[in-house]
Structures are given as C-alpha cells and as structure tokens.
C-alpha cells in the first residue's frame, strides 16, 4: 500500500522546535544527540509493509527544502533572528541520520544521529509519519476518519455550550490521526464561535500560517535534559537553571513560558527563583497532578513576592475541554490561565490514539534522562543513569539551600529597603561595578566597558560633587501642609518628578545575571507600578528595541523609549514600533554620537543636525525628547528642531572626559529655555535632597540611571519599589523642611550656588 506523501513543508514541525533550533544554532551547534522511538501502546504492532512505508515518507521528508515564502514567514515572528533563517535557508534533513529497523518488541524501532541542530527538527515529523502510515494501513481509514469527523462536530458544539476555558491551542501535530484530520479540526475552531473561550493558535507552524493563526510554542524537555545534562562539568540536579539561563541568553523576556518537570517541579522550583519568575510569562505543566501543580506554582509566585493574577499557567497533558474547564473553573481571577489540547482534538476515533514518544537518550555521547512528575513517563536508555541523576535530586533538595530568599526571610515578610538591595546586588552585578553605598563614580573611574566614565574619569566624579556643594534653604516657618510630590508630563500624571534613566549592554557592564531585554521588562513594569516611568535603552541588537517597546506596550505605554543617534532609515524603522507601543513620549540620546558602533555603520550614525532633529522629529509624531544638551547653544538648536524636552546630560562621563557637571550648566541653560521646553537633567543625582535642587535650578524632573541598575539586580521589582520609596521619602522631608507644598514652588531661592 503506498500511501500520499505525509509530511509536504518543513513548517510542518511543533513551533517549539524553532524556538530550540535558534538558541541551539547560537549556543550549542557542536553538540551531538541520539533520539529513540518508543511505541508505549503494549497491544500496537507495526508490520514490515508499515516500516518500509515509513522509510519510504522519511526519505521523502528529507528532500524537502525551506521556501523563501516560509522563510520570510518565519522572518516575520518577532524573535526570529535573520542569522537562524540564513541557517534555515541552507537546512535540509538528512536520511543518513535514520536508523530505522524491525527491531523492537513493537515491530518498530527508529533511531536518529548528529547534531543537535539536525536532530530535534526530526522528532516531530517522523512522529506524524509513524501516526499516519498506522492507522491508515492498520484500519479502514475511512471509517476513522468518519468517526474523527463526528467526534469532532460534537465537542466543538459541547465547547460552544457546555463549557469554558478560556484561551487554548491545538497542539496535535505528533499524534494526530493524519494531516487532512488536523487541518480539518484547526480550520473548524477556528470558523466555531464560543463563549468564554478563544481558540488562539496551533503549533503546527505550516497551519498557523495557512489558517493565519498565532504558531504556539515554549521549550521541549529536550531543552533542559541537553543544556544542563549534555555537559559533563555540569551537575544534573542544576538542569533547570543552566537550561533557563540559556534561554534567557537567547530570547531575553520573549518567547518565556518555562517547562517545570524535566527533573520533577519540587527541583525546577529551587532554580525558579525571583530573576527567572519575573522574566519568564508563566510556566507549563506536562505531569502530574494539574491542580497541585497549579496550587504550587501560585504559592511560589506569592513566596516570591509576585503577584501570580500577571503570570500564565499552561496546561498540556493529556487535556479534554471538560477537564479543561474544571481547571479554568478551579483557577479562575487567580491567575492567568491557558491550555494546550493535543490528541483529543488531533486523533479522538472509535480507536484508541497511538501513545508513541521520541527522546533524546545520548547526548554528547552521555545519557540523559527526564525524571517526570508522572511515573512512566520518563525515558532513558540507561537504568544506572537514572539511578545516579535521581541521588543528585535527592542530594541538592535535602542538603543545597536556597539562597536567593535569605533576605525575604530575615525581614519576615516586611518590604525589602534599598540597603538590603545592594547587599543582594553585589553577589549578582559582577566585577565592574562594584555596587557602592553612594554611587559616586570613584570606585569605578575610567573603567570602559564597564560603568565608570571615559578617560581619567572625573566628569562622573564632578557629577556627583556639584550636587552635593549646592545647598538647600531650611524654611519651617510656614502652614503645616501635605506635599505634593506629583508631575503632570506630556498628558501623564506621574507620582514623583524622577524617572529611570536608559541603561544599555547591561550584561557587559554589570555581569550575566540580565541581559539588556530582561533589564527593560523588569525595568519599565516595576517603574509603572511604584507611580514613575523609565526610559529604555537601545542598542545594535534589534531585540533590544523589539523588547523595550513590548515592556511599554504591557506597561500601558509608561515608559520612554530612546533611540541612539542612527541613520534616517533605521530610525524610521525604530519609530515604527515605539508607536505601537503606545509609549507618551520617546526620546534620542544624541549624546551618543561618539560610540564607535555608531560610527562604523554603513551609512554611519552619529551627530544630527537641526534639519536632521526636524526630521527624527516628524518621524517620531510623539513629545520629543533631545538627550544629551549640555550648553544654550544646544538647547536653542532643540529648540529650533521642535524638541518638546531636553536632557541636560553629559552621557554620565562616558562619552567626553572633562566636561562640566550638569548641575553647573543646568541653571543658564533653564534661564535661557524659559518655559518653552520641558527641562530634565541627569548626571549624579543620587537622593531626593538632590531631585530638590535640581528643581530649584530649573528642571521639570530629573533621570536616574546606575542606582537603579543596582536596584534591578538587587531585587528586581521589589527593589526598584524600595529605591523610588527613598527617593521619594527624601524629596517629601526636604520639602517639608524648606517650607514648600508642591513641586511649583521649589524655586531659585530654595537653594544657595
């Protein structure tokens, strides 16, 4: 019986295998794995007739090539990077990687070998095949598909009526009773109306562009046993945490539904600490118990100090709609909840669905094994590796102490405060900054890369000292009244007049821990939710701006994106997503224009002109905000450019060594402004006694920068709650002291020069 060819596009493969297949091709290309098949149905027997047809599909899968209209589908997800789809141009599968025999207890057994890269990208498809060439050479195929057709009809009405679960996907590509029985069932969800649910997406990438819907993908086990298992330096029982700091590497807070069992959750739970819980969306569950999964997993997100109604929970094993909706039911206004639904909606027929897997079993030539929530659902080739991965479980969960709650712990539960943020920091910032009491630029002086300021490194230093030679006018003689600490911006009511500055290369000048995306998400959600709002930074990674604007757009559009100093086409591109993020304002650090990566771009970037302003300008169609004025001659030609805002700015010393402070420019440059420009100033400023005095020179509101770097790292959220706290705190009190009630009436004589 020869049957049609099964699988005809290599976008017919599971979303996730993207997702892996980037950060493999970017960080472990030189790895090598086995994959085995394994039929786990103890009744199912594959004849010869059926395996000489499933070689025969395989070699037809491999001739297959990538499309460029599949590759520009591809292009178009947003963390995709071109250098993974010139890989994928190139890519093709390779029937030299097969073994395929009779050789099993179940008539089948297949084997694939090479790199990692090749590899994963076989799973799913080879699965389909097996599927497909079963049941149509094992049973009247039209009956089943008859029975499929029903079957189906009867839960799309049930799920139109009886129930409600919320957001789903279909994710049916591996077992599904054939190709035309899955295209059927995703075209028909997605013409069904509900209520109370929303069909969303598939994971079969070829379907999700056909049918115009959202490719659904996380991370395999695969991901986790490889990463952390395929290195003989690492110890198993820390799979989870080299596996998710990998993925944070690669994909920053995109693409982040993490996966809890590959070496049980109790363990996944000890790496999950408060950096990867805030970067990460939500997690999955394929194992175990769903409501004592969902229940532990809400209860570390609250240990944590994170609210779990902005985390997802997705659920994905072995799911029907009725076991769907007693789920969403359970879960309902408690967190944000999504399910997965695979073989119910893909292969339900008068037969019982095939129960076939394939695993990694060997990688760089060492075992690795999954350890599942759900006795039998493991799988390796080698009971002894089981066995010692299990006592390397046991070992860490009874003796390895988690550390990164020590501090939630001492303080019983009260609100983290700004010192103990920095004594968390230090351990997490790495080498160049050395996260100072006082951030003051001495320790770290002409340290580039790395924070400290350009040359012989006084211009940061002189930053901070201009501040601190400024003095504040005490006035208590004056009506006992509540200050006012709130800024009207751009249509915005803010709760203080300060706002996080634009920090780039975070992961080259203050350690690993974060990455440039992960610093912008936590950033710009924790500034939104303590009343301010940040500025994101920019970079010649692309991700970094695609990143920085989603942040903003989850944030409401509180935030401030700034765009480096490119040239016109870049910018326009740039300018394109900061609309869609609904962002209030955004601004250009022109203060920039001396970094060497700008200059070396073809065309370069750098300067700008007043006409080149009026352009960036009109492309923007927001408030514009110049960085980077440091004299009235600057501020006249913003001016002159349309710039709603200015930052008095010397791009804190890294730029331009020895340049005055800001705090000594700060006052001519408002006096010649007058009002007609808002009037930020950074530089040094380090407490509230200092926003004071900035506002008493002139300024509307000030930016900080590096102490907030320090509180990301610290704490994350809550660490950027505990630095606006002081901050503010000290604005109030200086305020109270100086006899003022609001931020209009900090004025020239609240300070003496």
């Keep these: 019986m020869k049957l049609n060819q099964i699988i005809t596009s290599l976008l017919e493969t599971d979303m996730y295998k993207f997702s892996m297949g980037e950060a493999i091709y970017h960080q472990f290309s030189d790895y090598k794995t086995t994959w085995t098949f394994k ?17 025969e599909q395989i070699k037809a ?14 292009n178009r997800i947003t963390w995709i990077k071109g250098s993974y789809i010139d890989f994928l141009r190139l890519w093709q599968p390779r029937y030299e990687d097969f073994k395929i025999s009779d050789e099993a207890e179940c008539g089948l057994s297949i084997e694939t070998f090479g790199t990692w890269l090749n590899t994963s990208l076989y799973e799913i498809p080879t699965l389909a095949i097996v599927n497909e060439v079963y049941f149509r050479m094992a049973y009247d195929y039209d009956r089943l598909y008859a029975s499929f057709r029903e079957r189906l009809e009867q839960k799309i009405k049930d799920a139109s009526g009886r129930y409600e679960i919320g957001s789903f996907s279909e994710f049916g590509l591996r077992r599904r009773l054939s190709a035309e029985a899955q295209e059927l069932a995703v075209r028909k969800l997605k013409e069904a109306e509900f209520r109370g649910s929303e069909f969303v997406g598939t994971s079969n990438v070829y379907l999700a562009k056909k049918y115009n819907l959202t490719p659904v993908g996380t991370m395999a086990h695969e991901w986790i046993m490889c990463v952390g298992q395929g290195n003989h330096k690492h110890n198993p029982a820390y799979s989870n945490w080299y596996a998710l700091d990998a993925w944070v590497r690669e994909y920053g807070v995109l693409n982040g539904i993490a996966l809890t069992d590959a070496i049980t959750t109790d363990c996944f739970l000890r790496d999950f600490q408060l950096t990867y819980a805030t970067l990460f969306s939500g997690v999955r569950h394929d194992s175990g118990d769903p409501v004592e999964w969902g229940e532990k997993m809400i209860a570390h997100y609250r240990k944590l100090g994170i609210d779990p109604a902005g985390k997802t929970l997705l659920f994905s094993d072995s799911l029907d709609f009725a076991r769907a909706h007693e789920l969403y039911e359970h879960f309902r206004n408690r967190t944000k909840v999504a399910f997965g639904i695979g073989t119910y909606i893909s292969n339900d027929t008068e037969v019982p669905a095939l129960n076939i897997v394939m695993k990694t079993t060997l990688c760089n030539g060492m075992d690795v094994a999954k350890i599942s929530d759900t006795p039998g659902k ?17 070992w860490r969960m009874n003796h390895d102490r988690i550390k990164i709650l020590i501090y939630r712990q001492r303080r019983r539960n009260r609100p983290m405060n700004y010192t103990e943020c920095i004594e968390q920091a230090r351990g997490r910032i790495g080498s160049h900054c050395k996260a100072c009491w006082e951030c003051n630029g001495r320790a770290c002086k002409n340290q580039m890369p790395g924070p400290g300021a350009k040359g012989i490194g006084d211009t940061a230093i002189r930053n901070y000292d201009k501040w601190k030679e400024i003095r504040v006018q005490m006035d208590t003689l004056v009506e006992n009244r509540p200050c006012d600490t709130t800024l009207e911006l751009f249509g915005r009511t803010f709760q203080y007049p300060f706002f996080a500055g634009p920090v780039g290369a975070v ?28 500025f994101t930074g920019d970079g010649t990674d692309s991700n970094v701006m695609v990143a920085a604007t989603k942040a903003i757009k989850n944030a409401g559009g509180l935030g401030i994106p700034t765009v480096k100093p490119w040239n016109i086409e870049v910018i326009r591109e740039k300018m394109a997503m900061v609309k869609d993020s609904g962002a209030f304002a955004v ?60 930052v008095v700015s010397n791009h804190g010393g890294r730029v331009l060594d020895q340049c005055p402070a800001t705090a000594e420019v700060l006052e001519e440059i408002a006096n010649a402004v007058d009002g007609s420009m808002k009037i930020f100033v950074d530089g040094g400023i380090r407490s509230g006694v200092d926003v004071f005095k900035a506002l008493a020179l002139g300024a509307d509101a000030v930016i900080i920068a590096r102490p907030f770097v320090t509180a990301v790292y610290g704490g994350a959220q809550e660490g950027v709650e505990a630095y606006v706290n002081k901050i503010g705190s000290e604005l109030k009190d200086t ?5 003022v009630a609001s931020l209009k009436e900090i004025t020239r004589d609240c300070v003496r020069v």
């Design 587 to 646: 601004a250009m650090d022109i203060d920039a224009a001396g970094l060497p990566f700008l200059k070396n771009l073809t065309p370069p970037a750098g300067s700008k002109s007043v006409e080149d302003l009026r352009e960036v300008k009109q492309a923007a169609g927001l408030p514009f905000i110049v960085k980077g004025i440091m004299t009235v001659k600057g501020a006249m030609k913003a001016k002159e450019a349309g710039a709603d805002a200015i």
């Design 61 to 74: 899968y491999c001739s297959l090539r990538f499309t460029e209209e599949e590759l520009e589908y591809l």
């Design 39 to 55: 039929c786990r149905n103890t009744d199912v027997h594959f004849t010869a007739e059926m395996v000489q047809e499933i070689k």
């Design 378 to 394: 493991g799988m390796c080739k080698n009971p002894d590796y089981v066995h010692y991965l299990k006592r390397c479980i046991d």
């Design 735 to 739: 305020m109270a002291m100086c006899g």
């Design 507 to 534: 992961q080259l000048h203050y350690g690993d821990c974060l990455n440039d995306i992960s610093y912008n998400d936590i950033l710009v959600s924790a500034c939104a939710a303590s009343g301010i709002a940040a």
